[in-house]
Every structure is written in structure tokens, then in C-alpha cells.
T-cell receptor, first 112, second 113 residues
Framework: GENVEQHPSTLSVQEGDSAVIKCTYSDSASNYFPWYKQELGKRPQLIIDIRSNVGEKKDQRIAVTLNKTAKHFSLHITETQPEDSAVYFCAATRDSNYQLIWGAGTKLIIKP | NAGVTQTPKFQVLKTGQSMTLQCAQDMNHNSMYWYRQDPGMGLRLIYYSASEGTTDKGEVPNGYNVSRLNKREFSLRLESAAPSQTSVYFC????????????FGSGTRLTVV
């Protein structure tokens, strides 16, 4: 079955700098890769997703890139702000599979 | 548009007590899910319902039962609560399978003493 590994487990960056979180997956048939943000004490919320027919997707300060050959995808946050502090989860799945396979999460700390 | 509504938000149970966590969505989603999240940890799937009338076990189903009452509602029951079931429980729904992203409820914080 699918396995998703996420790195790093904790990432501390200076406010205004960029942050990159990387996930690798094992199932080459996986074709949908969402990213969720979970603020302390809150529910996870979908922030961006990408399908395997696209190599990159952007939404303002966040972007996701996908390398199907290497089976990894990454979340990029530019010009980080204090409100970006949260735990970020990646996930992967494929058509007809009703379960998202989750990474373990990355705690992002934005230093003032 | 409320999205996914979970009740209760907080609950304290004694070991051996039973309770049902309720979840309802108003987005006409086909699939619904129950997750648990232990402190500082990731999400673990307990049960899911791909569509009305079907339920399947996830990663950690022991000690739990579910009912997909109709398309809107998916409940999680703890028959005999144990301290190991102390956790935050999230219900989620998605349009079709997983390919349109999950919408999560606000969670139920359960403590078993």
C-alpha cells in the first residue's frame, strides 16, 4: 500500500524567509496530493492540492511542486508571516481509493 | 452553510461508559470519515463511509463502531470507553472519494478517566 514520509518534523524560519516542506510517496499510481494546515487547537484545513498531470501549482504565497519520477512533492511558502505558524500535513491517494494516506506532519515555527 | 458539524465539542467519560459522537455535513458529500488525533501526533483513520449505506474499517477501528445514518450523518460510538481512547476526534467529508479534499469538523475533545 501507499506510504507517505514527510520531512522535516520541525522547521524554524525567520519571518520573511521561505519555508519548504517535502513529502515522498511510494505508490506510483497515486495521483492526488493535498496539503493541510492545522493551527493549534483547530481543525486541519485544505490549503492547496495538486494532481499528477500538473507539475506546479501556486496560490499567492504558497506553491506545491510535484516530481512524479522521484515520487516526491513539496510545499513552498514564501515571505513567511507569523500566521503561517502551524502544523502542515501532506497526503497522497489515487482514484477510487477512499483513504488519504497522511504524512506525519511538520511543525512550522516563524521566528519574529 | 455550516459545513461539517460535530457534537459534542468536549466530553469526559469514566472508564467503561459508552457514548456516541455525532457528525453531520450539509455539503451533499458522498464520503465521510472519522479520525483520531493524539497530542502532538498525526491523524489516524478509525472508520470511513465511501457512500451512504457502506462503512469500512480504517487503521485503528478496535473499540469503535459507526453508523452512516443517511447521506448527511455519520456517527461514531464507543461502547466501553478506555483511557487509551482519550484523544481529539475529527469527522470529515469529501465530495467523491478523496480527490476533492476533505472538509473537517471542529473536533470533539474526549477524555476518559
Amino acid at each position: 500500500g501507499e506510504n507517505v514520509e514527510q520531512h522535516p518534523s520541525t522547521l524554524s524560519v525567520q519571518e520573511g524567509d521561505s519555508a519548504v516542506i517535502k513529502c515522498t510517496y511510494s505508490d506510483s499510481a497515486s495521483n492526488y496530493f493535498p496539503w493541510y494546515k492545522q493551527e493549534l487547537g483547530k481543525r486541519p484545513q485544505l490549503i492547496i492540492d495538486i494532481r499528477s498531470n500538473v507539475g506546479e501549482k501556486k496560490d499567492q504565497r504558497i506553491a506545491v511542486t510535484l516530481n512524479k519520477t522521484a515520487k516526491h512533492f513539496s510545499l513552498h511558502i514564501t515571505e513567511t508571516q507569523p500566521e503561517d505558524s502551524a502544523v502542515y500535513f501532506c497526503a497522497a491517494t489515487r482514484d477510487s481509493n477512499y483513504q488519504l494516506i497522511w504524512g506525519a506532519g511538520t511543525k512550522l515555527i516563524i521566528k519574529p | 452553510n455550516a459545513g461539517v458539524t460535530q457534537t459534542p465539542k468536549f466530553q469526559v467519560l469514566k472508564t467503561g461508559q459508552s457514548m456516541t459522537l455525532q457528525c453531520a455535513q450539509d455539503m451533499n458529500h458522498n464520503s465521510m470519515y472519522w479520525y483520531r488525533q493524539d497530542p502532538g501526533m498525526g491523524l489516524r483513520l478509525i472508520y470511513y463511509s465511501a457512500s451512504e449505506g457502506t462503512t469500512d474499517k480504517g487503521e485503528v477501528p478496535n473499540g469503535y463502531n459507526v453508523s452512516r445514518l443517511n447521506k448527511r450523518e455519520f456517527s461514531l460510538r464507543l461502547e466501553s470507553a478506555a483511557p487509551s481512547q482519550t484523544s481529539v476526534y475529527f469527522c470529515a467529508s469529501s465530495q467523491t472519494g478523496t480527490n476533492y479534499g476533505y472538509t473537517f469538523g471542529s473536533g470533539t475533545r474526549l477524555t476518559v478517566v
